[in-house]
């Protein structure tokens, strides 16, 4: 038998001790002395056989009621997950979920062009159905795309989730060196060209005349893009620069022309936003008084938590017993318990 205070078994407090004796029941008296507020696994397994460990575990709080309790690593590792993943820092993270979009720039075809995520489409990659010219950038941090409130930043009134500038104007140019600067670290920021037939209204010869603080030119070249000072002496062609705030390019693409076409798939990682946890079987137990649960977000963000005390009988039927994070109190003769624990 083995007692330690990791599921690892190997911190210089495991304990261990062989028997001999063949009885129907082992009573087992470690000289440990308990640390209050710790957690403790302990295994069973018969000596020189190919049978697997047996484990539990234990937290000793002292003055407190026996119950069931998970606040340990390695005890919110033997519930199910989905969506979230508990941490060796002892947190919860949401999993990370990759997404595929696909962003095209060329000069209007005539026909509405679209961003797709995921192969499904997502919504027009630019204003007026494509025949307009416009720098587009929509901005997508790990939970969410950055919203376009219709006129943040200078923008075009077009769309909630892209930012679309003509780049014409003072303004305008202004209004995109500003969204890029103001926005968040870490973030995957995608910027891509739309052409109408007659590119020259871009004004691209006033692009290079704008001063250091707002020169689109320099930006970019600081995050890493390497095609797009090309458009300062070969003029306006399709363009993508994809770059994470921060870290630098990711990507990036120019056609050869002003005809040309070129599209790029980019994949941004996102966090899932809804996770469920589902804890192991707790019981057979006569009844159950309290639950409570300790909570806060390392980011200061707002983040529900919601649980569910549901039922199991012997035919592995399950019934919702608590839907509640009061004080409560449930007496059952029936049940083995299970707790499921919502966050998003």
Do not use: C
Request: aromatic share 12%; no cysteine; charged share 20%.
């Amino acid at each position: 038998m083995e007692i330690d205070t990791t599921a690892e078994f190997n911190s210089p407090l495991l304990i261990n001790e062989e028997f001999t004796e063949h009885r129907p029941m082992l009573i087992w008296k470690p000289n440990i002395l308990l640390i209050p507020n710790t957690t403790y696994y302990w295994r069973t397994k018969v000596k020189n056989s190919s049978s697997v460990w047996n484990s539990s575990n234990f937290t000793y709080i002292p003055g407190e009621e026996e119950g069931f309790i998970q606040r340990h690593h390695y005890q919110w590792l033997e519930g199910n997950n989905q969506g979230i993943k508990h941490t060796n820092k002892n947190s919860w993270e949401f999993e990370t979920n990759i997404l595929p979009i696909q962003v095209t720039s060329e000069k209007y075809t005539g026909e509405t062009p679209f961003t797709t995520v995921a192969a499904s489409k997502w919504g027009s990659l630019t204003p007026y159905e494509g025949n307009i010219n416009a720098l587009n950038v929509f901005i997508w941090e790990r939970t969410k795309i950055l919203p376009n409130s219709e006129t943040d930043f200078g923008s075009m009134k077009w769309s909630n989730n892209v930012f679309s500038y003509d780049m014409s104007s003072v303004e305008s140019r202004s209004g995109l060196i500003n969204l890029l600067e103001q926005a968040p670290e870490d973030a995957m920021i995608v910027l891509y060209l739309y052409m109408k037939q007659n590119t020259n209204d871009f004004n691209v010869n006033e692009w290079k005349n704008d001063p250091s603080s707002m020169n689109i030119f320099k930006l970019l070249e600081e995050e890493g893009a390497e095609y797009f000072s090309l458009i300062k002496d070969e003029g306006i062609k399709p363009y993508i620069f994809v770059y994470q705030k921060g870290k630098g390019k990711v990507s990036e693409i120019i056609g050869e022309s002003e005809n040309s076409s070129v599209s790029l798939v980019i994949n941004v990682p996102t966090n899932k936003n809804f996770g469920t946890y589902v804890s192991p079987l707790i019981g057979p137990i006569a009844r159950i008084s309290k639950i409570t649960i300790d909570r806060e977000s390392p980011t200061g963000e707002n983040v529900d938590t919601y649980i569910q005390v549901y039922g199991v009988d012997k035919k592995v039927n399950e019934y919702i017993s608590i839907d509640s994070t009061s004080q409560m109190y449930l007496t059952s003769s029936r049940f083995i318990f299970l707790v499921r624990i919502l966050i998003f």
